[in-house]
């Protein structure tokens, strides 16, 4: 099996170093391993963000592993040459829509939750996030009005064979866990949200085991720091999904702990932690790699065939929380390598 790795920007290699090494002392059989710039690095290195050679190794990959892009010093690049192009290029051209994005809170971390414990011990949820369309992939640009101000423009749409397999992952994935489905739009306002929830409503028919319910997504914001324990799974668009992701992570204690994968329904999956570059703290050993290697075990689920090793991977992980490893984000002070030897230690 070849992993791509694709470690990209400021803490991205820090924190993929850490998932490789624990996916070796987890002694996970048959992995090679290639590795290939991404992002402003590919940038400065090669002058595009999302080399030729990159997406040749993504494409024969059997599942790709990816840190995060992003650097301050290529911001005012035209937006093609830009790093976040490498993770939108990637996603687009393997046809990775449906993203998972789990949000649990380890016991353990009560305190590190911005929620009050009681509140955000409840949370365990997942959010399915469409990745393939939405205002992030519509046509965009800037112009000149004709009274001669700069506008800038970019175009929402889904159509409905898009919204229709999202919904099944959805669906699907309610079925396996707690029966309950949470469909996010803004069909109050959004012609492209009315189309989402007509959709999302007449593909239920098929599951007639879950309950599906509707939120507006200002609402679901609101819901979701009052009561987080309400969701399963939430089904939403690509944009919602992003800011959403964001705001659980933090009800779950950290950013730094969320992981994620991107599939394209055939097995193949590009795994990565729902943070960015981060940076704010690049260089300086801060960063929490456990979303990382949470994601590293979600790659051996999805994509490997290899649960058991996952489930080994995830019980360290809670282990390595449980006898109080910490980086700055939860509150303590250890190093992004000390929190990857904690989570060794507790493998063997
Ligand atoms: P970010 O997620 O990089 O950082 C937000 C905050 O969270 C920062 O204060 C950072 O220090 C902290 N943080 C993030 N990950 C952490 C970790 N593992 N451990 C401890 N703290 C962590 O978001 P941003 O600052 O808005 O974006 C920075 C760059 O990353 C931008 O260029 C953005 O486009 C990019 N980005 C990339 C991805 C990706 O590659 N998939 C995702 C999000 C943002
Ligand atoms: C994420 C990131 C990306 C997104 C950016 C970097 C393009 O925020 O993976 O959550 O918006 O999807
Ligand atoms: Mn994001």
């Given at each position: 099996?070849?992993?791509?790795?694709?470690?990209?920007?400021?803490?991205?290699?820090?924190?993929?170093?850490?998932?490789?090494?624990?996916?070796?002392?987890?002694?996970?059989?048959?992995?090679?391993?290639?590795?290939?710039?991404?992002?402003?690095?590919?940038?400065?290195?090669?002058?595009?963000?999302?080399?030729?050679?990159?997406?040749?190794?993504?494409?024969?990959?059997?599942?790709?592993?990816?840190?995060?892009?992003?650097?301050p010093d290529c911001d005012r690049l035209e937006r093609r040459l830009r790093p976040e192009q490498a993770i939108l290029g990637l996603r687009a051209a393997l046809g990775l829509f449906a993203n998972l994005r789990p949000a649990k809170l380890f016991p353990e971390l009560a305190d590190a939750s911005a929620l009050r414990p009681e509140v955000a011990s409840a949370i365990d949820m997942v959010i399915v996030r469409e990745l393939n369309g939405d205002?992030?992939?519509?046509?965009?640009?800037?112009?000149?009005?004709?009274?001669?101000?700069?506008?800038?423009?970019?175009?929402?749409?889904?159509?409905?064979s898009e919204v229709a397999r999202i919904a099944r992952v959805g669906f699907e994935t309610a079925r396996a866990r707690r029966g309950k489905l949470t469909s996010v739009d803004k069909a109050n306002v959004l012609e492209t949200?009315?189309?989402?929830?007509?959709?999302?409503?007449?593909?239920?028919a098929e599951y007639p085991d879950v309950a599906l319910s509707h939120l507006y997504v200002d609402n679901a914001a609101m819901q979701l720091v009052r009561n987080p324990g309400q969701f399963d799974?939430?089904?939403?668009?690509?944009?919602?999904?992003?800011?959403?992701?964001?705001?659980?992570?933090?009800?779950?204690?950290?950013?730094?702990?969320?992981?994620?994968?991107?599939?394209?329904?055939?097995?193949?999956?590009?795994?990565?932690?729902?943070?960015?570059?981060?940076?704010d703290i690049a260089g300086q050993a801060k960063a929490n790699p456990l979303a990382t290697i949470l994601s590293a075990a979600m790659m051996l689920r999805y994509s490997l065939g290899k649960p058991d090793d996952a489930d080994r991977i995830e019980a360290a992980v809670a282990a390595a929380l449980a006898?109080?490893?910490?980086?700055?984000?939860?509150?303590?002070?250890?190093?992004?390598?000390?929190?990857?030897?904690?989570?060794?230690?507790a493998l063997r």
């Open positions: 099996m070849l992993v791509a790795l694709l470690p990209g920007d400021g803490i991205g290699p820090e924190v993929i170093a850490e998932a490789v090494r624990v996916l070796d002392a987890a002694g996970v059989s048959d992995l090679s391993y290639e590795t290939a710039p991404v992002g402003g690095a590919a940038y400065k290195a090669e002058g595009h963000p999302l080399p030729e050679a990159t997406l040749a190794l993504a494409r024969r990959a059997d599942a790709l592993l990816f840190g995060a892009v992003g650097d205002v992030y992939f519509g046509e965009k640009g800037m112009r000149t009005t004709p009274g001669g101000l700069r506008q800038g423009y970019d175009v929402m749409s889904y159509d409905e949200s009315q189309l989402w929830r007509d959709v999302v409503t007449e593909i239920a799974v939430i089904v939403t668009g690509n944009l919602f999904g992003d800011i959403l992701s964001d705001q659980a992570s933090m009800c779950a204690g950290s950013i730094g702990m969320l992981p994620s994968a991107a599939l394209d329904g055939a097995g193949k999956g590009l795994y990565e932690p729902i943070h960015g570059s981060a940076p006898a109080g490893a910490r980086s700055p984000d939860l509150g303590g002070s250890m190093t992004t390598t000390e929190m990857g030897d904690a989570v060794i230690r």
